[in-house]
C-alpha cells in the first residue's frame, strides 16, 4: 500500500446479496413437490422393465429348452432343472451343450425361475412369481410365465 492513500472503505462496496431462509425453504419445497410426481413414474418404467426382462429370459430359457429337447429327445425333468442346461446330467450321451453361454439367470427380482416337467400348460411350466415373489398376484406383482397368462 502506497503511504497517503486511504484504504477503500467498506461500505461503499455492493451489498452482497444472499437468500433468505424463507426464500431456500420454498424452493425445497417445490423440489419435494416435484420430485413426488415424478419418482412414481421413474418406479413404475422401473417395473415394467423388470416385466420385460421376465419374459425375455422366459423366451432364452424356452429356446435352450427347445435345444436341449431335440438332442436329447426330451425335456429335463424337473429334478434336473434348468441346470441341465448348463452341465450334462448323468447317463445322458445326447446332450451336446452346455445350452447357455452364461449361468442360468435369476429372475429380476433375484428369485431362481421355477420350472416343472411334465407341467400343467404343456410339456414343461416355467415361470416367475413377479415382483411380490408369491403366486398369483396382479400388476407388477402377477407372474410371469412359460405358457402366456
Known sequence: ????????????????????LVELLVVMVIIGLLAALVAPR??????KAKL???KAQIELLATALDTFRLDVG?????????????SQPGGMAKWDGPYLK???PSDPW???YVYHSPGEHGPYDLFSYG???????????????????
Open 1 to 20: 500500500m502506497a503511504v497517503g492513500r486511504r484504504p477503500i472503505a467498506y461500505s461503499l462496496l455492493p451489498t452482497a446479496s444472499a437468500f433468505t
Open 42 to 47: 421413474f418406479i413404475r418404467q422401473e417395473e
Open 52 to 54: 420385460k426382462a421376465a
Open 74 to 86: 426330451r425335456y429335463p425333468t424337473t429334478q434336473e432343472g434348468l441346470e441341465a442346461l448348463r
Open 102 to 104: 452364461k449361468e442360468v
Open 110 to 112: 433375484g428369485r431362481p
Open 131 to 149: 415382483a411380490d415373489g408369491s403366486l398369483g398376484g396382479e400388476g407388477d406383482s402377477r407372474d410371469i410365465t412359460s405358457w402366456g397368462e
